[in-house]
Every structure is written in structure tokens, then in C-alpha cells.
């Protein structure tokens, strides 16, 4: 069978600026791996017909096209980003191909808050598919995507790999930054002086599932239990809000933000922000416990102070529950005083994450072979007729 997986370019656009591009390419390239799969296609409804500079196609063996090139070179088709045209899903279907919606962001947040907050919002036909597949965190929205979509939901694995991490590792190295916890920990201690950690908070603040307002509130905890514990905090994905009262109530509200130990900062790509300013990462979400932005942390090392149950699951990580912040200061304690000590185990769980999630994994090839197998289970594509 041929594959085809919608993508969205534009004008500026970068791997780092979310993880859905990233992830795109790490299910092309497991589908590349299955022996009944002919090829993988991306389909273009975005403005610039091409990936990110970080994605190159040519070596990958993938090609971008836009959905009428796409019309006979795919037989199966994945809406993941960007929305594809619902009158060419419904000829694609008439014809015998088969459509899947691959829901890779939060299917309850991603409806109401637009109607809430009166945020520009886009919803397509919900019919317009033969199934939809959803990551494990959003298993307990699949009865309601089910109501809505009128068509069955199946859990999919959830992938990542670390080609990009490297990669962006490999660029900053070339102007003489290294990677990870121990580097970030010798520079800062530098001189003999042992100081508090350099928190970093990655949540991206455009929906309630990852705010950084509870990874504040633990960083501040931390800091009125020992001063010494924080050295600087860092909350990136905030200058669209700079001026907003609740925002500026809450930070004037923090011994941090008064004693001069916060900076604010727009969007960074977590390993050039990791290896400038920080040494510590604190995270904080609500039915979204899957985030790349932890496996990016977790692959240097570097402590994680979060409240992802699925992590917890894997011993990974420095854990604290659901929106609980004095126990996250604890945890972020907790990591100064005994992370060093117990890094060997901190990694050998980090690597338990990223077995159960590279994409090419025995299980997880299985997991999208068997899915691919049943949807198609009606069709001829799979011995190569078509």
C-alpha cells in the first residue's frame, strides 16, 4: 500500500516549533520499515511545497506533494496537519482509498476553548473519515470522538526518536556549547561555588492542557524553602501574555519575580535554550502527559520535575501529582540534593521511555502494522494491486 500523510509548510517554519512536524516524521519513517507499505508521501496543504531546512526528504526517501498530485500515488490517507480538503476526502474515498484522522492534539480542549475564549478555531466535516487514531493520553477522550466522528477510534502507539535532539546537538556544538546535565552542572559550578538550579519551563500557554502556572508556583515553593535551591527561572512561551493582569498579578505575586531571579522569554527549541541558561526543566499538564519536550529533557539527563503519570509508569523523571506545586518544590529539592547521586538510575529509566517509544521497535511496528492491516482489511492494497 501507499501511504500519504497530510503536513502544513509555511513561510519561516522550523522543526522545533512544535512537536507535531517532528512527529510526522517519525511515523513516516516506521511506515517506511513495514514490508507491505510501497512508499510514504507527504501531502503538502500548506504555501511552500517544502519541510523544514532540519527534514531532509531527499536522504528520508520521502517526497511532498500537494493533494491532487497526491490523488493517485496514495492509498491510504493520514490527516495529522493541517486540514485536507473535505470534498477531495470524499472523492479519495469514493474511489476506494481509505482516510484516517490522526488525532495528535487535545480533541476536548481543541473545541471548547476556541467557544470559550473566542479564539480563531477551525473544525472540519467530522465525518469525513474511516477511522481515527489517538495517542495513549487521549484514551479517555474516545467515546466523545467516537459521539462525534461516527466512526470507530483505535489507541495508536506513541512515538519518538532522538535524530532531531542530535542534530540540533550537533549545530551547537559547533560554536562551543555542550548538551546535558553534567556539562550544565560543571559550568555552573564553575570555581568551586556550588549554586541552586537554572529551572527552565517549556509549556507552550496557548491551551489549559500545558500552562507553566503550577511550574511556577512549584519554583517558588522550592525557593521560600531554601533560597539557596533556585538559582534563576526561566518561562519561555510568555511574552504574548507580558501584559495580561491574571499574568502579572501572579508573577508580582512570586519571591522569585520580586527578588529579581525570573526572566521571561518569547518561544526557544528546548537544547539551545538547555545549553545557554539551565540545567533543571519543571512541567506541569492536565491530559496531556505526553510531551516531547520531557523526552528532549530526559535524553541529557537533565532533572524533570513533572506530573506525567505515564512517565511515573517508567520510574522516570522527579514526579509529582496532578496540579500539587509545594510537592513539585519538594521535588525540584529533591533533584539538587541527590540527582548527581543517582544519575545512573535516573538514565537506565530515561532509556526504559525511549525503548517503549522508538519508532522502530518490534512492538510498535506491530502496533501501526496491525492497525494499517485491519483498516484495509476490505481492500487489495496490501498485496500491491494497487
Same mark, same amino acid.
Given at each position: 500500500?501507499?501511504?500519504?500523510?497530510?503536513?502544513?509548510?509555511?513561510?519561516?517554519?522550523?522543526?522545533? =516549533?512544535?512537536? #507535531?512536524?517532528?512527529?510526522?516524521? $517519525?511515523?513516516?519513517?516506521?511506515?517506511?520499515?513495514?514490508? *507491505? %507499505? @510501497?512508499?510514504?508521501?507527504?501531502?503538502?496543504?500548506?504555501?511552500?511545497?517544502?519541510?523544514?531546512?532540519?527534514?531532509?526528504?531527499?536522504?528520508?526517501?520521502?517526497?511532498?506533494?500537494?493533494?491532487?498530485?497526491?490523488?493517485?500515488?496514495?492509498?491510504?490517507?493520514?490527516?495529522?496537519?493541517?486540514?485536507?480538503?473535505?470534498?477531495?476526502?470524499?472523492?479519495?474515498?469514493?474511489?476506494?482509498?481509505?482516510?484516517?484522522?490522526?488525532?495528535?492534539?487535545?480533541?476536548?480542549?481543541?473545541?471548547?476553548?476556541?467557544?470559550?475564549?473566542?479564539?480563531?478555531?477551525?473544525?472540519?466535516?467530522?465525518?469525513?473519515?474511516?477511522?481515527?487514531?489517538?495517542?495513549?493520553?487521549?484514551?479517555?477522550?474516545?467515546?466523545? =470522538?467516537?459521539? #462525534?466522528?461516527?466512526?470507530?477510534? $483505535?489507541?495508536?502507539?506513541?512515538?519518538?526518536?532522538?535524530? *532531531? %535532539? @542530535?542534530?540540533?546537538?550537533?549545530?551547537?556544538?559547533?560554536?562551543?556549547?555542550?548538551?546535558?546535565?553534567?556539562?550544565?552542572?560543571?559550568?555552573?559550578?564553575?570555581?568551586?561555588?556550588?549554586?541552586?538550579?537554572?529551572?527552565?519551563?517549556?509549556?507552550?500557554?496557548?491551551?489549559?492542557?500545558?500552562?507553566?502556572?503550577?511550574?511556577?508556583?512549584?519554583?517558588?515553593?522550592?525557593?521560600?524553602?531554601?533560597?539557596?535551591?533556585?538559582?534563576?527561572?526561566?518561562?519561555?512561551?510568555?511574552?504574548?501574555?507580558?501584559?495580561?493582569?491574571?499574568?502579572?498579578?501572579?508573577?508580582?505575586?512570586?519571591?522569585?519575580?520580586?527578588?529579581?531571579?525570573?526572566?521571561?522569554?518569547?518561544?526557544?527549541?528546548?537544547?539551545?535554550?538547555?545549553?545557554?541558561?539551565?540545567?533543571?526543566?519543571?512541567?506541569?499538564?492536565?491530559?496531556?502527559?505526553?510531551?516531547?519536550?520531557?523526552?528532549?529533557?530526559?535524553?541529557?539527563?537533565?532533572?524533570?520535575?513533572?506530573?506525567?503519570?505515564?512517565?511515573?509508569?517508567?520510574?522516570?523523571?522527579?514526579?509529582?501529582?496532578?496540579?500539587?506545586?509545594?510537592?513539585?518544590?519538594?521535588?525540584?529539592?529533591?533533584?539538587?540534593?541527590?540527582?548527581?547521586?543517582?544519575?545512573?538510575?535516573?538514565?537506565?529509566?530515561?532509556?526504559?521511555?525511549?525503548?517503549?517509544?522508538?519508532?522502530?521497535?518490534?512492538?510498535?511496528?506491530?502496533?501501526?502494522?496491525?492497525?494499517?492491516?485491519?483498516?484495509?482489511?476490505?481492500?487489495?492494497?496490501?498485496?500491491?494491486?494497487?
Amino acid at each position: 500500500m501507499r501511504i500519504g500523510i497530510s503536513v502544513i509548510s509555511h513561510q519561516g517554519q522550523n522543526i522545533w =516549533q512544535n512537536g #507535531l512536524g517532528q512527529n510526522i516524521i $517519525f511515523l513516516a519513517r516506521l511506515f517506511q520499515r513495514l514490508p *507491505f %507499505v @510501497r512508499g510514504v508521501t507527504l501531502i503538502d496543504v500548506g504555501d511552500q511545497g517544502v519541510m523544514p531546512e532540519q527534514v531532509d526528504t531527499a536522504t528520508l526517501g520521502l517526497t511532498v506533494m500537494s493533494q491532487r498530485e497526491a490523488s493517485d500515488q496514495v492509498d491510504v490517507i493520514i490527516e495529522m496537519a493541517g486540514a485536507l480538503d473535505t470534498q477531495w476526502l470524499a472523492l479519495m474515498r469514493a474511489r476506494g482509498k481509505k482516510a484516517v484522522y490522526y488525532c495528535c492534539g487535545h480533541p476536548f480542549a481543541g473545541l471548547a476553548e476556541p467557544a470559550v475564549f473566542e479564539k480563531p478555531s477551525h473544525f472540519s466535516r467530522a465525518d469525513r473519515c474511516d477511522e481515527i487514531w489517538s495517542l495513549p493520553e487521549y484514551r479517555l477522550f474516545a467515546s466523545f =470522538q467516537r459521539t #462525534l466522528h461516527r466512526c470507530p477510534v $483505535f489507541t495508536v502507539p506513541y512515538l519518538w526518536h532522538p535524530q *532531531f %535532539v @542530535r542534530q540540533r546537538i550537533a549545530e551547537v556544538e559547533t560554536q562551543g556549547y555542550r548538551f546535558g546535565w553534567e556539562a550544565a552542572r560543571a559550568k555552573s559550578t564553575a570555581g568551586g561555588a556550588h549554586k541552586g538550579l537554572s529551572v527552565a519551563i517549556f509549556e507552550p500557554n496557548i491551551s489549559v492542557a500545558k500552562t507553566s502556572t503550577i511550574s511556577m508556583l512549584a519554583c517558588d515553593e522550592a525557593y521560600r524553602a531554601d533560597r539557596s535551591s533556585i538559582e534563576a527561572m526561566h518561562v519561555l512561551n510568555t511574552l504574548h501574555m507580558a501584559n495580561h493582569p491574571t499574568m502579572l498579578h501572579l508573577a508580582n505575586s512570586l519571591d522569585l519575580v520580586r527578588e529579581h531571579k525570573s526572566t521571561f522569554h518569547g518561544r526557544h527549541d528546548i537544547v539551545g535554550f538547555m545549553v545557554q541558561h539551565a540545567d533543571t526543566v519543571v512541567s506541569h499538564q492536565w491530559t496531556n502527559d505526553q510531551n516531547y519536550s520531557y523526552l528532549d529533557a530526559l535524553s541529557g539527563d537533565y532533572p524533570l520535575i513533572h506530573n506525567s503519570e505515564w512517565l511515573k509508569e517508567f520510574g522516570a523523571g522527579y514526579y509529582y501529582p496532578e496540579f500539587d506545586a509545594v510537592q513539585g518544590g519538594a521535588q525540584l529539592r529533591h533533584a539538587l540534593a541527590h540527582h548527581d547521586a543517582g544519575l545512573v538510575d535516573y538514565h537506565s529509566a530515561s532509556q526504559r521511555v525511549f525503548d517503549a517509544v522508538d519508532p522502530f521497535a518490534a512492538h510498535n511496528l506491530q502496533g501501526y502494522a496491525d492497525r494499517l492491516l485491519d483498516l484495509c482489511r476490505d481492500t487489495d492494497f496490501v498485496d500491491g494491486r494497487h
